[in-house]
């Protein structure tokens, strides 16, 4: 740049409110906060509500000392006694997210709660570099609670404030296939017709080489093929590969179980190499489903799955699937994490006209997570009837969580996720 037009834009700093640009154009300083909120909240005075922030928590809790995934839970409290609820769980991970959502109170502490996509800009914008997982993850945990507070202030549930609901039954949705083996399909496709449950979603066993042999090949093959065998032509089966398998080796797998009819085939190889998909795309008529490990709208383009605790919320999740239903993409969320997350995706569902299905991981018979989630909200969270989940007239995300409640599920502290080899020591996908 020329020394005249670069000090021609070093007089154009007092647009920036009097703060100056240093002299490599990477820092700026220090900015005071407004008397009436953080930085930039005086522009909105004058047109937004008379809420504000007076606090933001965040609570670490494992149900088990050494899960791999203890809920990351954030409560945000106003001046007028409302109060929002949101959760960033990332597996692996749950320090940095808590630690995270205490950087972002300086953006919130004082602010107007009503005003979510301008808090969400500027998280993912003034953070500088751009989100990844962690700060994808807290920006989830506050954008849901914001949500939620904006939903109680105006006396609707979010799914309303949203446009929904497309579909007056509820949200559709599918459980894990927890079969020890095959003699357990009939059971499981009984229970099934018995709860009206219409989909499970399952996983190819082992972990896979590059190039691998025939015998895994079709190994793999043989056990989609079980699957479909057992439990009848009539249940939707999603199979999440998990991304175990490379371009090579699910280009043939997705090939040779065509003829299944699968409702989706699940991250066939890494997400991140978007050719690769593609290709294998090209291979099979049935349908891929990837992005449950991107994070926010603009890392996501043509996709049917993401999540909402790591892609940056209900803000992020909503504009994900507007984006989808321009390319003609069919959206099925992720939802493996706790169960404030899971509710805050089924009020997305319900406004989202490409909608397919919503995943929960649980199974047909209630475990330890649901009746704890049962424990905490007053009634059995994400548990589906006639194969649905039911939508809530409460306003907000409806339901109300008491801080006390958490105490008997300390945080044990976070814990890796685990950690596979192949025979030779390398590192496997899983």
């Known amino acids: 740049m020329r020394r005249r037009g670069f000090l021609g834009l070093a007089g154009a700093a007092p647009a920036l409110g009097g703060k100056f640009v240093d002299s490599c154009g990477c820092a700026m300083m220090p900015q005071a906060a407004a008397m009436s909120g953080p930085v930039g909240a005086a522009a909105f005075e004058k047109v937004g509500s008379k809420l504000r922030i007076t606090n933001v928590k965040v609570f670490g809790v494992s149900l088990t000392p050494d899960s ?36 972002f109170k300086e953006f919130l502490m004082g602010a107007d709660p009503m005003q979510v996509e301008h808090h969400w800009q500027s998280m993912y914008v003034h953070s ?26 105006l006396n609707m549930p979010v799914y309303k404030l949203l446009g929904g609901p497309f579909d007056a039954r509820g949200v559709r949705g599918y459980y894990h296939l927890r079969a020890r083996n095959k003699d357990d399909y009939p059971r499981l496709r009984e229970e099934a017709k018995k709860q009206g449950i219409t989909c499970f979603k399952s996983g190819i066993p082992g972990y896979y080489e590059w190039i691998d042999t025939n015998k895994k090949i079709s190994a793999a093959v043989a056990s989609m093929a079980a699957m479909r065998e057992g439990l009848g032509p009539d249940l939707d089966i999603g199979i999440d590969f998990h991304a175990k398998t490379s371009p090579s080796v699910a280009s043939i797998l997705v090939k040779e179980v065509e003829g299944l009819n699968l409702l989706f085939i699940e991250e066939p190889c890494p997400p991140e190499n978007v050719k690769a998909m593609q290709r294998i795309a090209k291979r099979s008529t049935t349908p891929i489903a990837t992005g449950e490990r991107l994070v926010a709208h603009y890392g996501c383009r043509e996709l049917i799955q993401t999540d909402i605790n790591h892609v940056g919320g209900i803000t992020a999740l909503w504009k994900v699937g507007a984006m989808a239903a321009l390319a003609g993409v069919s959206m099925a969320p992720h939802a493996c994490e706790g169960p404030i997350g899971a509710l805050a995706t089924v009020h997305v569902d319900a406004a989202m006209p490409n909608f397919l299905v919503q995943e929960i991981c649980s199974g047909v018979e209630v475990g330890l997570n649901e009746k704890v989630w049962a424990e905490w909200l007053g009634f059995p969270a994400m548990r589906m009837v006639n194969g649905r989940f039911p939508l809530s007239e409460k306003p907000g995300l409806g339901f109300e969580l008491k801080e006390e409640s958490l105490k008997k599920y300390p945080f044990g502290g976070t814990k890796p996720m685990a950690r596979v080899f192949h025979e030779d020591g390398s590192v496997a996908a899983w």
């Not at 809920?71 to 749950?94: D, S």
């Not at 807290?138 to 904006?150: E, H, N, S, T, V």
């Open 68 to 103: 791999d995934r203890p809920y990351v839970f954030v409560k945000i409290e106003t001046n007028q006694g409302l109060i929002g609820w949101g959760e960033g769980t990332l597996e692996g991970k749950a320090a940095a997210v808590m630690a995270c959502v205490e950087d």
């Open 128 to 153: 500088f570099y751009r989100a990844g997982p962690v700060i994808g993850s807290a920006m989830a945990g506050i954008d849901q609670a914001l949500w939620d507070i904006r939903g109680k202030a």
